[in-house]
């Protein structure tokens, strides 16, 4: 099993609380990965990693510093993955809250039961999932095959899935955590729990760079049928149709948790 910390050199603080959390959860083997400050990296190396171009076409936008810092942080244990030759590996961010006591079981089940190829397990809030498609419980804990989300502070990674990230990453073109963007895409298979295990910690909003750099004129650009079906279509019939697809798949949103 193995299991990676995400953390900032420079923030002491946040490796101190993260390894107090995990010693009281039962976490007791992992290790810390020096994260990449995206505001440290020079124009030569954004040029070698990043492409705005791209990002403008798949994303919409351009990506932040600090988000290609933290693709980058990510990037980096899959490139650990792969070359462990291990099945996977569950990630974490250090600024994270674990709010199940037994959250080895819940790991261990994980590692257990097969999924789809590809596959990513989100312990966090997953925004919106498939209801009809459980995939096992334990406990509090139900795994279910998820839509949509967009939290990379804990998560599981299967070796595959990392290998396809690396090649879809290879030029970042959006924020690492595109999962809805990547599962319909069908470059990994997306799950998560209806009750999220792990949340962000309180501190987690106030000090994260990304979230901090991050503002309203940066807004996702909608594809071209989107914006068409937008301006053809009443508010209410795109709701009718909205919560149409939505019964047909069975697929159930949720607020954050």
């Known amino acids: 099993m193995n299991i990676y910390v995400i953390n900032l050199k420079k923030d002491t603080d946040k490796k101190d609380y993260i390894t107090k959390h995990f010693k009281e959860k039962g976490i007791l083997n992992y290790e810390f990965i020096e994260a990449v400050y995206g505001k440290d990296l020079s124009e030569e190396e954004l040029q070698t990693v990043y492409d705005p171009d791209l990002a403008k076409k798949f994303w919409g936008r351009e990506i932040l510093a600090n988000e290609i810092g933290c693709a980058l942080s990510h990037l980096k244990i899959y490139k650990e993955i792969i070359q462990s030759g291990s099945k996977g590996a569950f990630i974490f961010e250090d600024d994270v809250f674990i709010k199940e006591n037994n959250i080895m079981d819940t790991i261990n089940k994980i590692e257990s039961h097969s999924y789809k190829p590809n596959h990513v397990i989100l312990f966090s809030w997953l925004s919106s999932y498939y209801r009809r498609r459980v995939i096992w419980s334990l406990g509090n804990a139900t795994c279910v095959e998820g839509y949509a989300s967009d939290l990379t502070c804990s998560y599981y990674i299967s070796r595959e899935a990392a290998q396809v990230m690396l090649i879809e990453f290879n030029k970042i073109k959006s ?67 909205h919560a149409l697809v939505n019964l047909l798949l069975g697929i159930k949103h949720q607020k954050p948790r």
């Open 175 to 241: 924020p690492i955590d595109a999962w809805k963007k990547l599962r319909r895409h069908k470059k990994i298979s997306l799950y998560g729990f209806v009750e999220p295990p792990i949340r962000p910690a309180d501190f987690a909003e106030e000090q994260s760079s990304i979230s901090n750099d991050r503002t309203e004129s940066f807004k996702r650009k909608k594809p071209i049928y989107s914006r068409l079906w937008k301006l053809t279509r009443t508010g209410a019939a795109r709701k009718l149709n």
